[in-house]
């Protein structure tokens, strides 16, 4: 009887397949099509593609704009990057032929903190087109953000806030793990650090921005911090094994100052086998204010699926919000998506 | 610089009281007047019926519509009562005069569930008069609703939900103590679960069917159980005195059904000095799904506290909502108002 929500999906790697696969077991939602960045895969079938067993009867695109003039998605997901300079054009691409947008690159949880022009370049065209388009993600986006301002809902006056999200690397592949510095000497940490190599956590600014705003509070700066996390014994995953000494993780975080005192602390290690290391991985909030809260959840909700679980959830958000750019502070919390469609 | 936004208060008991002395604190919000059920205190400064030491230079009011058309408040936060029929008449005389309303009647957080007439009723006229109302509160309308349909926006697939908020009575007075059962024989908590007069918790009803409606959940039947909890020695408040055998709180459950199965099981024990009885408190949400979520807050985040702000915290929300009746679910997430205002 119901219409179901079309959806096109950009990129095929780990999320965009684990999206594209939630996608397919949703009754209200339709899997229109997909985008692939490598050419020479165009043409392959999209079950395959994503790692299925089975044929699904669509071909693997690389063509976005006459994608999406051939399959007129009523909505696109965006699972193809980290930054918003690479998000851009795709973005600008969709939103141009009025399809809305729901990105997981992690500058679009809060895209004015990275680029301002591009933010306003976006939210321009999303407003004349009449769709809207968000940035979500279990972190930014959910854990040390959204989370953490609708705790702060409960709060008369808040001193300050302390989150820390300690999370297990060891099922990620070797991109992610290079990011982190996994398998450096501490000595390569640290220069991989000053050159840019080594970027720990992608979203730190977003996060206290978001945060910031919701609140009132004016950020004077932020400071991030990155060091080692160093084995203190032989780890193994499945792409890589490291020797006692060598890093482990990455401890990144970032502290915003406001009146000069530290008033929103964000902690995130991130580390192959903390297991072997008697680290207990886990998401905390901690605000010190009136009442003082104290949340806990253990283990960390996964951020694979729990990225691929925000970003399908949020296409009723992002299909009944107003026309423009969004953060997840601004539109209805996601649910999760169990029933029919229910649009607004 | 910025005008500031003119609350009116409808009730000066302990939540009217603690709202109004809320909004004084903010920069950015102006009590605008106040309305007290007694008319023998109609009158008397507002400062002094509210509980603090020095005069405000406003009058207490009794005369609800005389109040609203000289006043002119931006928004009015109604903490009167619990109940949708009980709450009605006031809402709808805010609205009829275009004035925004925030409830923290528990039967507002869904008032659909309690009597669909009077939520139509309610709906339609703010529609009319352009102007939107929204109920909130500790619970029902954030930890045992809100809370977890957030939460659950992590999850791909969700089996069943639990959620349990352990929390102390001591600090309440004779009427909440009354309403659990505090200080009766078991028989006779008994004979009052029969015959309406012990209520336990009021709001599962409402939290149910607002995390039902979020993620598309059909439920065919919810069960409500009220038990005692029995002193297991001398427990004393300002207000009670019991000996071991009394009641010292209610056990109070609901489970919501789906397919035969329970999907839905929210449990709220409410007891005088838990401390006495090694009961700790706290607000616990395990959503059995996919990624599983297991989130704790110890201790429990206070009923009064956390419903005051939550009342004071969502006038932004609320004046920048679109026409009509919200839930807490259709809303943006409260934030703590710390600096100015921003409306949107």
């Known amino acids: 009887m119901s ?3 079309r959806v096109m999906i950009l990129g095929t790697g780990r999320m965009g397949s684990g999206i594209a696969g939630l996608v397919l077991e949703k009754p209200s939602l339709e899997l229109a099509g997909a985008i692939g960045r490598r050419k020479d895969r165009a043409g392959m079938d999209l079950g395959r593609a994503i790692g299925l067993d089975r044929d699904l009867g669509l071909a693997l695109e690389c063509d976005l704009d006459a994608a999406i003039d051939r399959i007129q998605p009523d909505v696109a997901i965006q699972a193809t990057c980290s930054r918003l300079v690479e998000a851009r054009g795709d973005i600008l691409a969709l939103l141009g032929r009025s399809v809305p947008v729901i990105s997981i690159a992690e500058e679009m949880a809060h895209p004015a903190s990275a680029v301002p022009g591009i933010a306003a370049e976006i939210d321009d065209l999303a407003r004349r087109r009449g769709v809207a388009v968000v940035g979500t993600g279990i972190n930014p986006g959910f854990v040390l953000d959204l989370l953490i301002i609708a705790m702060s809902g409960v709060c008369s006056e808040i001193e300050s806030i302390n989150a820390r999200r300690v999370n297990d690397l060891s099922p990620y592949g070797r991109t992610v793990l290079s990011a982190q510095g996994v398998g450096l000497t501490p000595e390569a940490f640290e220069a991989g ?9 992608i979203g ?3 996060s206290i921005r978001m945060i910031a705003e919701a ?18 014994r032989h780890c193994e995953t499945p792409v890589v094994s490291i020797s ?15 009146g000069g005192k530290p008033v929103i602390e964000l902690v995130h290690p991130q580390q192959i086998r903390p297991d072997l290391h008697g680290v ?19 283990p960390e909700i996964p951020g694979g699926q729990g990225t691929t679980a925000l970003a399908v959830n949020m296409i009723p958000r992002v299909l009944s919000a107003p026309p423009g750019l969004h953060t997840m502070a601004d539109l209805p919390v996601p649910a999760a998506m169990l029933g029919g469609f229910c649009n607004g």
Do not use: K, Y
């Not at 650090?193 to 956590?201: D, F, S, T």
């Not at 006692?244 to 406001?258: I, Y």
């Open 244 to 258: 006692p000494g060598q890093v482990a993780g990455c401890l990144h975080s970032a502290r915003a100052f406001r």
């Open 215 to 232: 609140v009132g509070w004016q950020i004077e700066r932020i400071e991030e911090t990155r060091r080692p996390i160093i084995a203190q």
């Open 193 to 201: 650090v000053a050159e840019g190599r080594v970027v720990g956590h």
């Open 280 to 298: 207990e991985t886990g998401d905390e909030i901690i605000i010190n204010g009136t009442p003082p809260v104290h949340l806990t959840g253990r």
């Open 3 to 5: 219409t179901s929500i």
């Open 204 to 206: 730190f600014v977003q």
